[in-house]
């Protein structure tokens, strides 16, 4: 089963930096593509922020699995992503640049497209009601 996520950031810059000298406003989330609802098959997604933020690491367990902040600097953020099987895989680990400008806005979308082999029967029809397609053998015979 193939299904599709998206990693992401918005952020704006501060007209003017906070007494902590904050000069940006930002968002980050894991979603699915627009119409599909990937807290189907999504159990929680912890982000792992800059180690200078308070409680760095953040667990959504519900949707939108966003975090906001603000800060000065863009950093690699770790993303976990862990999912409603009671099989492996159980996560996946991603590497998130959330990046600032201070010219214009941010709006950044990373596709992901996940391809789970042989789920289990509950998680393969969370994954297709959170949007995943179903491929059998015959499927990708004929698409060659």
Known sequence: ?????ELGHRATYRKKPTPEGFTHDWSVFVRGPEGNNAAHFID???FHLHESFPKPKRAVKEPPYEVSESGYAGF???IDVYFKNKEEP?????????FLYTDMP???IR?????????SEEFRRRLIKGG???FT???IQYSR
């Open 1 to 5: 089963v193939q299904v599709n996520l």
């Open 44 to 46: 929680k997604v912890v």
């Open 76 to 78: 690699l953020l770790p």
């Open 90 to 98: 159980r996560k996946l680990h991603f590497q998130y640049d959330l």
């Open 106 to 108: 941010v709006n950044n």
């Open 111 to 119: 596709p992901e497209r996940l391809t789970f082999n042989n789920p």
């Open 132 to 134: 995943g397609v179903s």
């Open 137 to 139: 053998y015959l499927d």
